[in-house]
């Protein structure tokens, strides 16, 4: 029964992160000596996502940053969008969201400290109807985007202050 279970498990294990990894939903993580809170610092700074996303060329947050705080963007490419901070665990993880026509694009983020080093993660989500679609017009740029967005965070949390 254990090794059923320990099979089960892996099978399972190995589903969810090769959904992870399409162009409608995937991840990229990476780590820093910077302690959590830099990171945290930098993701909440909304104004200048465009200093480490270079996919932006402008951010603004029109409320204090928290659950159902609205914003918006400009992206290098493509229209102008608003986007609602959906869900917050303070200096742990939050997610954004944005609509697409038939779908939402979501955005989750979220660090934890392993073995001293502070990992963070950056993890893209399509939904919807047309989630596929979405992936293959705007996911697949994200996805390529996403190592050097997250060395960019890492190189400002490592900074000397």
Do not use: C
Not at 127 to 153: C, D
Request: neutral net charge; without cysteine.
């Amino acid at each position: 029964m254990t090794k059923f279970l320990l099979l089960l498990t892996t099978i399972l294990l190995a589903l969810n992160l090769s959904a992870q990894q399409t162009n409608f939903h995937f991840s990229h993580s990476d780590k820093t000596e910077a302690p959590p809170e830099e990171i945290w610092k930098i993701w909440t700074d909304v104004p200048n996502w465009k200093d480490w996303d270079t996919g932006l060329q402008s951010t603004e947050l029109q409320d204090p940053f928290g659950v159902g705080a609205k914003g918006k963007l400009i992206p290098n490419k493509g229209p102008k969008t608003k986007f609602m901070i959906t869900a917050v665990n303070p200096g742990v993880s939050y997610t954004f969201q944005t609509n697409v026509p038939f779908g939402k694009l979501l955005v989750h983020r979220y660090l934890e400290v392993q073995n001293g080093l502070t990992v963070f993660t950056h993890e893209v989500e399509f939904t919807g109807l047309l989630r596929k679609f979405w992936g293959r017009q705007l996911g697949e740029n994200y996805r390529t985007m996403l190592p050097s967005v997250l060395a960019n965070i890492k190189a400002i949390a490592e900074q000397d202050p």
